[in-house]
Each structure stands twice: as structure tokens, then as C-alpha cells.
């Protein structure tokens, strides 16, 4: 009996031993210490094949290739390199730190495969954008798990290939498996891309039936596919419906709102989240900043800039990305620099949005001579970086060195012309006087057109006053949208600047018989963290008496300067005098007017407008700026114009 205790007892011991030895092992693997790990447990180790997983998470973490190749030695030396359970692991690790080659060699040598290896290598390819490579491991596989279809259809929805994971969703119903929360998130993603509201739909009825609508993944990625396919009302609906509503559903509501266009509903409920002790993460800053871009509230920005320090996403390339745009959207073109300048880690995003910043204030130059530099920091340009250049060219006459980037795009880094390259490229022509040759590449390009392009060439037209190309181009405008009110409105310009009062009269009444409505010019500041709206002869401000007042002594100075009141850019059949007092009440002369009356001397005027400055605001400001010592910062529909001293930015080139 003795004996059989003190046997009990020592097997005891030697299984808490062995506990205990296995716990300090994972621990040291878990904090980093893989050589300590391994020097100190070898015998269990090659007792114990398994606790390699262990050593190979930690080699995963730390990214390093080096120690991953040195332990894969060990694991060969073992003789384990033919254990399924390692290779995945294996796989797993080099997928990781990757090493897309190597994970490939080690998967066609493994002697036998299973369900994980495959999902791994799917996983591994969809990681490294090859969605051939992970096509190819799955139509290999004789058996499949809903992880293998979860990774597939997720994959081809990442990289937008939407309606083939719709309908790989499809085969995997017909083979009997059932979507769980995973399959759903993704495909509802795919649907928010391709804005399929009835594929949505269809998926929400299957949600509510798997029960799936509590699920807080699944109800986030239901509001955003709703609020995406431009259904915002159903979109709240879902959020206000999940029990628990987290930073993910307060962010899918924020991001909706902003894609939405309603910047100033973003703000309020940016507020409400923070008054409800949600702490705001990098996806919702983006989305706020993103919305005082928009807004152009250049306070409310700088107040969410100190936010983004406060809350430690001042390091997040996104972060970063939407405050350079936020700046120079504002008028504050050296702080989109310093943003620029002071992020530690860049990418091709962040020096893409520094060249439009630098597009979107008409510094041609030096977009360029950044994007040189990009490139001398190996950074690959993409399609976004070439809009952003081909913009800033076209804003500053650079015909030559614009085709020149249109042609660098397409044969050094092999980028297919988006719709939007060529609308730059016609920009550019038709700026440059080149009308034959912007309308030949719209007739030609193998890219369907649409209103923004035709609408492009058409001011073209307006600018050099061709009357009878601008008359072939606006019908093109109509037949995509026949409630478009800019190819009237346009046609009306040019016949009015000839003085063909009749062909305005026409274009006028054919504009009321269809029901088409101008767009009313307004411009807005912001003056001690509040928004001030104006339209042209508006007198429903609080101070309109006191503008109007201060514009007269305004104008009055202007003329002793030798300002002349542009009656031409009056499109209204009308005497002198009734065409000066438009002109002086255009929105952009109230807003500057106002901030005159309300801002210290010396601070900058910022003032944004929805259309064009007219080319009497533009003469109008530059005398104002010199006459006040003020540096006028406008944004109008097109870009920036920096009023200083008498000049602006633009070179009267815009």
C-alpha cells in the first residue's frame, strides 16, 4: 500500500511539474523571449513537438523574418516539418510577416493538406492582393468549411469584385451552408459597394430570420449598407433598433450621415456621441474631419484637432490624411504643410492628399516638385495621386507637363484612366483653348461619359466664347440629364456676354416650362465658431442694413481706385444701374463685407461660395484687399483664390 501511494503521489507531482513547466513556457513565448523559451525548454520541446505552436506565434508578432527561418530550421531538424498541426502554423506565420513565396514553396511541399492549410493560404493570397492565387486554392478543395467560404467571399468583396462574391454567397447556399455573422458582414459590404438596395434587402429579411439582428457586426454593417445605397432613414432605423449601440454603430452612423452630404448632422452627432461617454476612435475623427472640411469650419476643425491629440490618433495616417484636406479646404494651406510634415510614418495616401492640397490652391509647381520627391522616396503613385496632379496642372495652365503625368500613369505605372483622369485631361485641353481636341477625347475614350465631363467642356466654352460648339456640347448634358440646370445656365452666360438678349430669353423660358431651377449662389464664414450665410440680395441677416451700407462706402472707394463695375458679368436684360446694384449684393461682396465690419484689421477673410466667383467679384476683392490691407481667402466651386495686396493666387488664370 505504501508502495502504491508513494507511485500516486510522484505521478502527482511530475504531471504539476510538467503544468507548471508548460505555463512558464507559454508565458515566456507570450512576452517575446523565444530564445530564452527555447534554450530552456528543449526537452519538452522535442518531447512535445506541439509547443513549437507557441514558439511560432511569438516569431509572429514580433514580424521577424530572420527568427521565423531560424526556428523553421529547428522545427525541420525535429523532424516535425511534415505535422499538419506545425505546417499551419508554419503558413500561418509566414503569411503574417509577408512572405507571400515562402508561404507558397511550404505549401506545395507538404505531404498532406487539410481544410485549414487551404483557408490559410486563401487568407495569405487575399492578404497579398492576389485573388487568382486564393481563387485557385479554393476551386482546388474537395472539402470546404464555412471558414473557407467566409474568407473567399471577403476576400473578392475587399477588393470590390462585389457581385461575385453576391454570388458566391449563392453557390454556398445551394451546397448547404449556412451564413453566420462573418458571411453576412462581408456580403453586405459588397452590396453597400455596388448601392444594391434590393440584394440588401433580401440579405436583411435572411438576418432577421438566422436571428442575426442582434448581433453588432451584422446591424453595423446593415445600417452602412443602407446609408451607403443612399437609404438613410432605414439605415438610423437599424442602429436605433440594436439593443447595445458601440462606437462601431456611433461610427457607421457618423460615416452615413457624412457620405450623405449632411456634414452638419455628422457634427451634431458627433457631440450627442461624446455627451453619452463614447470615447471617439480614428474612423469617427476621419469622419468628422472630413465634415468641417465640407463645411469648411475652420474652428470647429482646429477644436477636433486638439481631440485627435488628446485621444492619441494623432499618429494615424487617416487622421493625418483627412486634416492636410481639412486645412486646405479651410484656406490654411501652412498647416495642411505642418500636418504634413509633422507625421512620422507616411504613405501613398498622405502624399496624395499634400499634392491636391497643393492642386486645390493653384500651386502647380509644387504639387509637382512633391510628387517627384514621393517618387524619389519610392513611394508608388496611384490613381488618386494622378488626379490630384492632372487637377493641379490644369488649374495653372501646365498643358504640356499635365499629358506628360496622363502619360506616365498609363505606361510607367500601368493605371487604367478612370473616369475622373479624363474629366482632368478635358479640363486641362479646354482651359488651354484646346476645344476640338477635349471634345475628340470625350467622343474617343473607352470610359462611359457623364454630366461632370460634357459640363467640363462646356465652361471651356463659355470661357473662349464658342458659341456654337457650346450648343452641341449642352445637348449632350441634357440627353444624360435633361433637369441639369447648368447647360441653360451656361448657354444663357454666353449669349448674354453677346448681348443676345433674345437666345436668354429662350434658354430662360425653356427653363421654367421644364421645371429646371438654378442653383442659387451662396457663400458662408464662420466668425467666432458661427456659420454666416449669404445669397445675393439677401436681407434676411440680422446686419443687412449695416452691409449694405458699408458695401456703398466700399464701392464708392473701389471707384476713386479705378474700379469699373463689370456690368457684362450681369446676365439680366437691364439698365446700368440695376446691373451695378446686382453685382455689388453678389453673396461673396456680404460675406467679405460682413467680416470686414465683425474681424480685427490684419486677420485673414476666409469666405466660401458653392459656384464660380463672377469676374466682377474677382476684380471687386483685389481692390478690396489692397484698399483694406486684408489678405481674402475665397473658395469657390473650382478652387482656392488667395487675395493679397491687389492680386490673387490664380493669376486670373481659373
Partial sequence: MSGLRFFSKTATEVVANFIDSTEEFINLCSKGHIKEAFNRFKSEIWSDPTLFSHLIQSCTLKKSLSCSKQLHSFIVTSGCSSNNFICNHLLNMYSKIGQLQTAVTLFGLMPSRNIM?????????????????????????????????????????????????????????????????????????????????????????????????????????????????????????????????????????????????????????????????????????????????????????????????????????????????????????????????????????????????????????????????????????????????????SHCGLKEKGMEFFDLMVKKYRLKPRLEHYTCVVDLLGRCGCLDEAEALIRNMPVKTDTIIWKTLLSACKIHKSTDMAGRIAEEVLKLNPQDAAPYVLLSNIHASAKRWQGVSELREAMRERNVKKEPGVSWLEIKNQVHQFTMGDKSHPSSMEIDLYLEELTSEMKLRGYVPDTGADMHDMDNEEKEYNLKHHSEKLAIAFALMNTPAGVPIRVMKNLRVCSDCHVAIKYISEIKNREIIVRDASRFHHFRNGKCSCGDYW
Fill in 117 to 393: 492549410s487551404c483557408n490559410i493560404m486563401i487568407n495569405t493570397y487575399v492578404r497579398s492582393g492576389d485573388l487568382e492565387g486564393a481563387r485557385k486554392v479554393f476551386d482546388g478543395m474537395t472539402k470546404r468549411n464555412i471558414a473557407t467560404w467566409n474568407a473567399m467571399v471577403a476576400g473578392l468583396v475587399q477588393f470590390e469584385f462585389n457581385e461575385e462574391g453576391l454570388s458566391l454567397l449563392s453557390e454556398m447556399h445551394q451546397v448547404g451552408f449556412l451564413p453566420d455573422e462573418f458571411t453576412l458582414g462581408s456580403v453586405l459590404r459588397g452590396c453597400a459597394g455596388l448601392r444594391g438596395l434590393d440584394a440588401g434587402r433580401q440579405i436583411h429579411c435572411y438576418v432577421m430570420k438566422g436571428g442575426f439582428e442582434l448581433d453588432l457586426v451584422v446591424g453595423s454593417s446593415l445600417a452602412h449598407m443602407y446609408m451607403k445605397s443612399g437609404s438613410l432613414v432605414e439605415g438610423e432605423k437599424v442602429i436605433r433598433l440594436m439593443p447595445i449601440r458601440n462606437v462601431i454603430g456611433w461610427n457607421t452612423l457618423i460615416a452615413g450621415k457624412a457620405q450623405n452630404g449632411l456634414a452638419e448632422d455628422v457634427l451634431d452627432q458627433y457631440n450627442l456621441m461624446r455627451m453619452v461617454g463614447f470615447r471617439p476612435d480614428k474612423i469617427t475623427f476621419v469622419s468628422v474631419i472630413s465634415s468641417c472640411s465640407e463645411l469648411a469650419t475652420l474652428g470647429q476643425g482646429q477644436q477636433i484637432h486638439a481631440e485627435v491629440v488628446k485621444a492619441g490618433a494623432s499618429l494615424d495616417v487617416g487622421v493625418i490624411s483627412s486634416l492636410i484636406s481639412m486645412y486646405s479646404r479651410c484656406g490654411c494651406l501652412d498647416d495642411s504643410m505642418k500636418a504634413f510634415l509633422e507625421c512620422e510614418y507616411s504613405d501613398v495616401v498622405l502624399w496624395s492628399s499634400m499634392i491636391a492640397a497643393y492642386g486645390f490652391h493653384g500651386k502647380g509647381e509644387e504639387a509637382i516638385n512633391l510628387f517627384e520627391q514621393m517618387e524619389q522616396k519610392e513611394f508608388e503613385a496611384n490613381d488618386v495621386t494622378f488626379v490630384s496632379l492632372l487637377y493641379a496642372c
